[in-house]
């Protein structure tokens, strides 16, 4: 009974990031960007997807979200490609670290 908690409380605060990062335009002043993939897609086919579409900086927080440096028409482009939702990585936790932090 506690892990169908557990797994409920957690679809709970996943509906409420996807709900609120749909609500939200990336920012032009986005340092970067996050995009979330199917998460039945690999690893391989979300990184191959993100790449064609612009320049990966690397994972997000979850193995279908990528990180991605801002470009114009990102967003459009990633999701030609099959991303689900585009927003400001900071806003999911993913941003990238400095060198050196």
Do not use: K
């Amino acid at each position: 009974m506690a892990t169908f908690v557990a797994w409920c409380a957690g679809a709970a605060m996943a509906s409420a990031t996807l709900a609120v990062a749909l609500a939200a335009p990336v920012p032009s002043d986005a340092r970067a960007v996050a995009a979330v993939f199917p998460p039945w897609w690999t690893v391989e086919r979300a990184y191959a997807a993100a790449s064609d579409a612009g320049h990966v900086l690397g994972p997000g927080m979850w193995r279908n979200v990528l990180v991605l440096r801002p470009s114009e028409d990102l967003a459009s482009r990633l999701s030609a490609m099959g991303a689900w939702i585009v927003v400001d990585a900071d806003m999911l936790g993913c941003s990238p670290q400095e060198a050196g932090t």
